[in-house]
Nanobody, 124 residues
Framework: VQLQAFGGGSVQAGGSLRLSCAAA?????????MAWFRQAPGKEREFVAG????????NYADSVKGRFTISRDRTKNLVYLQMNSLEPEDTAVHYC?????????????????WGQGTLVTVSS
């Protein structure tokens, strides 16, 4: 499944953005475990948030707990990442990823499909 991530942009510290992830070519991601990862310049890709197939289970990296919320709308075949209280340290290319199973994982190697990434830049 080819994924498309969008909604990135430039904001000041303390601001908010909402990222969205959709499947291209009318493929469904409604039954997949999904996650957002990010990669800052010079750093490795890191897990941000994950959600299981029905939205009943979510998990977050410690660095974003209380600030970010992952959710999904299965009727619209979309996954979201609401990012509040953004910090300069959140600056990175953010990627959505889909597993072939119904649960998410913190490990990038377990994801089969990735979006092209959307850049989030937070200025101080």
């Amino acid at each position: 499944v080819q994924l498309q991530a969008f909604g990135g942009g430039s904001v000041q510290a303390g601001g908010s953005l909402r990222l969205s992830c959709a499947a291209a070519s009318r493929r469904t991601i409604s039954n997949n475990g999904m996650a957002w990862f990010r990669q800052a310049p010079g750093k490795e890709r890191e897990f941000v948030a994950g959600i299981n197939w029905n939205g009943g289970t979510t998990n977050y990296a410690d660095s974003v707990k209380g600030r970010f919320t992952i959710s999904r709308d299965r009727t619209k075949n979309l996954v979201y990442l609401q990012m509040n209280s953004l910090e300069p340290e959140d600056t990175a290319v953010h990627y959505c990823a889909a597993r072939s199973t119904s649960v998410s994982s913190i490990f990038a190697s377990l994801y089969d499909n990735w979006g092209q990434g959307t850049l989030v830049t937070v200025s101080s």
